[in-house]
């Protein structure tokens, strides 16, 4: 009697084993987790690593410099970008004035030129012999060294430059903060005696807080990944110090442990807008039952709304455009040559191919988690999407670690085994380069897959199911559809950013394989302005179009939904 279950134990347990193998679809998602994660981890291991001595060096003569301007950097672009963005945005969500229409969409633009190309453009007209100071000296009658002038390539030039071109990043989120924000709420306010004014400082910013923040931590993880403009400025920054440590002093360890060291700043800053998140919290407990009210502005008051909109407009876009659009079309940059056109090609296809490759991972890591909900799935998503927050630098040094040591084996082998060398086979091609595009931005097309699948409900899914469809079959009949414009707006911002992306390019791009960017910053650290200026106009030309294709995508959300509304 008590051996008579023996028999039937034996068959159950394969059974077993195979209802739990994994899917090959969670397989492949953890795969691509890690191997994204890669570069992080190579530069954290890789900083404990035996050097050169170099660290100590560093350590006693430039690190406070490069501490304290990052420091001094945070504090002014994330001052700056929440002074001009937050404004702007109660603007044109909250109020009616000429031109509102237009800038809602149009404040958006300065995202399409990068830092440095801004910097390359006002230093050019505001240098000595730029046109401002040469028509205030043909004004004044003074000669050069009679008067004072603000040096525009200081650190306070730089964080302008920056709260320039970043600001749209608290622009767009508090605006979407204050859209979402309860009609009633504000009408409270306006009855308790608020004005307009008051109603906008005690009501609606702090309901837009944790928005605001995220937009100004947006801003200043972009401040900390740069280096075109903090190199041309002289701006000794991590980034500078991570580009001479590795190649100016050709210690890949320094390098590595500066990168660790910019890797903990970046760390902290996160750390403090998530704690800013959790110690005070808004919530809001009443639905919009009808569109926010637009408080209409006559006279003076409307002429310094369109001062607050069209001035962030005009020094982060217009301006540094007509510069670079004068300089390229009345000097050498007329004669756009095979070069420039090469160029282009070179970036365009890296922009392209790195967004297509991007939105095909997001698809995976996003599908693979909506099928086979679980730690697996969630932790391969969040690895792979940890890159967004870490400078081009720092990626760049992560991939160049690994990709020389798997280079070096396998040549290390095959000289073993067959007495053939094969050299370098990652390192320094334009898949190492796309690697590094793809760790950095990845984050960007995964989140906007995500939020999107989130919103189809899992009932579309079983009924597919029921009719016989595959997983593959259900995502390209039943939620590509749906998912179209989120597609579109993934792969637009991957392609924006790959196309102004300096720091891993110059780290990474193979030898004479140069983009818009990498050539820009070679000619203007030349200080030949005139002919920077083609490439940088290109830059900004192939940012331009999906810019302005996502803003009026948003702009025109918005005046459906206010339609929707009874």
Known sequence: MSAAPAPTASPAAPASRLRVRPSPLVVAAIFVGALLILPIAAVAIHSFAP?????????????????????????????????????????????????RRAFEWALVLPLAAPSYVAAYAYTDFFQPAGPAQTALRALAGWQVGDY??????????????????????????????FLEQSASTIEAARALGCTAWGAFVRVAVP?????????????????????????????????????????????????????????????????????????????????????????????????????ACAL??????????????????????????????????????LAIFTAVLALAVSLLLAYAHRLHPGRWTEGAARLAGMGYAMPGSIIAVGALIPLGAFDNAVDAWMRATFGVSTGLLLTGTVAALVFAYLVRFLAVSLQTVEASLAKITPSMDGAARTLGAKPGRILMRVHAPLLRPSL????????????????????????????????????????????????SLGIVAAGLL?????????????????????
């Open 51 to 99: 050097g050169q001595g170099t660290w100590a060096h560093l350590a006693a003569t430039v690190l406070p410099s490069y501490v304290g301007n990052t420091l001094w950097l945070v504090v002014l672009v994330g001052a700056g970008v929440v002074m001009v963005g937050v404004p702007a945005a109660w603007m044109v969500a909250m109020c009616e004035f000429p031109g």
């Open 488 to 535: 579109l707006a993934a792969l637009l911002i991957v392609f924006v950013d790959v196309t102004k992306e300096l720091p891993a390019t110059l780290l990474l791009r193979p030898f004479n394989f140069d983009t818009l960017a990498v050539h820009a910053y070679n000619l203007a650290a030349d200080e030949r302005l005139a002919e920077a200026a083609a490439a």
């Open 207 to 307: 309901l837009a807080r944790p928005a605001i923040v995220a937009g100004m931590t947006l801003a200043l993880m972009e401040t900390l990944a740069d280096f075109g403009t903090v190199a041309y400025f002289g701006v000794p920054t991590f980034t500078v110090g991570i580009y001479r440590a590795w190649f100016a002093l050709n210690d890949p360890v320094a390098a590595a442990q500066l990168s660790l060291a910019l890797l903990l700043f970046v760390a902290l800053l996160i750390a403090a807008e998530r704690w800013s998140r959790g110690s005070a919290r808004y919530f809001q407990t009443a639905g919009r039952a009808k569109p926010l009210p637009r408080y209409a502005l006559r006279g003076r008051r409307a002429a310094l709304a369109v001062l």
């Open 312 to 349: 962030p407009l005009l020094f982060g876009f217009v301006a540094p455009a007509a510069i670079l659009a004068g300089l390229t079309f009345a000097g050498e940059g007329a004669r756009l040559g095979t070069r420039f056109w090469g160029l282009a090609a070179n970036t365009l296809t």
């Open 546 to 566: 999906p810019i302005i294709v996502l803003a009026r995508a948003a702009a025109r959300t918005r005046a459906e939904a206010d339609v929707a509304l009874p």
């Open 148 to 177: 004072w002038f603000p040096d525009i390539r200081s650190l306070p030039g730089a964080a302008v430059m920056f709260v320039a071109v970043l600001y749209p990043y608290v622009y767009l989120l508090a605006r979407a903060a």
